[in-house]
T-cell receptor, first 115, second 112 residues
Framework: EAGVAQSPRYKIIEKRQSVAFWCNPI?????LYWYQQILGQGPKLLIQ????????DSQLPKDRFSAERLKGVDSTLKIQPAKLEDSAVYLC?????????????FGPGTRLTVL | QKEVEQDPGPLSVPEGAIVSLNCTYS??????FMWYRQYSRKGPELLMY????GNKEDGRFTAQVDKSSKYISLFIRDSQPSDSATYLC????????????FGQGTRLTINP
């Protein structure tokens, strides 16, 4: 079974530029999450999708971050314009809808550096 | 106050030692408790999953939850150099596709 795929793996941009990250979840997983992990900290949930609908985006800085999950499969996360404090690893995770499962499967992440 | 507190370490122990990792939390609604392991430049992977209070053992790993004290632990017996990683505790209030709240992570090194 293929895992969660993310691209690019690394991105370096200057502040005020735009950037987009892509995620392909595990096949059949209805729930998709985007997390931000700042160096030395645990992941923080940015947005959660159930199929193509948003379940929780309470911690998404909506003035600069946006995310979509068209057709309920792949997802993109965009930052426009980027700030220095956006430097972090952006992790995508997916989970099945099973009631017994809290397990989230994580991708390798995209490491963003904002200069 | 953070919802989940975890000592970031770093923690360095000799091979074969017993390792104890801990988290405290403030939200009494948390019912599901997890430990994730994260190797350098990789995504976290689920190591242990526990519901409510009690112990759970899986090979060299034991997870303990004490809801009365809002305290969870992960013990690693006979630690190996391959256990060197960052360990993240995570919790959620509900079952299924629920928001996870993570601790800061403890960086662990097992020295041969």
């Amino acid at each position: 079974e293929a895992g969660v795929a993310q691209s690019p793996r690394y991105k370096i941009i200057e502040k005020r530029q735009s950037v987009a990250f892509w995620c392909n979840p595990i096949s059949g997983h209805a729930t998709l999450y985007w997390y931000q992990q700042i160096l030395g900290q645990g992941p923080k949930l940015l947005i959660q999708f159930q199929n193509n609908g948003v379940v929780d985006d309470s911690q998404l800085p909506k003035d600069r971050f946006s995310a979509e999950r068209l057709k309920g499969v792949d997802s993109t996360l965009k930052i426009q314009p980027a700030k220095l404090e956006d430097s972090a690893v952006y992790l995508c995770a997916s989970s099945s809808r099973g009631l017994s499962s809290n397990e989230q499967f994580f991708g390798p992440g995209t490491r963003l550096t904002v200069l | 106050q953070k919802e989940v507190e975890q000592d970031p370490g770093p923690l360095s122990v000799p091979e074969g030692a017993i390792v104890s990792l801990n988290c405290t939390y403030s939200n009494s609604a948390f019912q599901y408790f997890m430990w994730y392991r994260q190797y350098s430049r990789k995504g976290p992977e689920l190591l242990m999953y526990t519901y409510s209070s009690g112990n759970k053992e899986d090979g060299r790993f034991t997870a303990q939850v004490d809801k009365s004290s809002k305290y969870i632990s992960l013990f690693i017996r006979d630690s190996q150099p391959s256990d060197s990683a960052t360990y993240l505790c995570a919790m959620s209030a509900g079952q299924g596709a629920q928001k996870l709240v993570f601790g800061q992570g403890t960086r662990l090194t097992i020295n041969p």
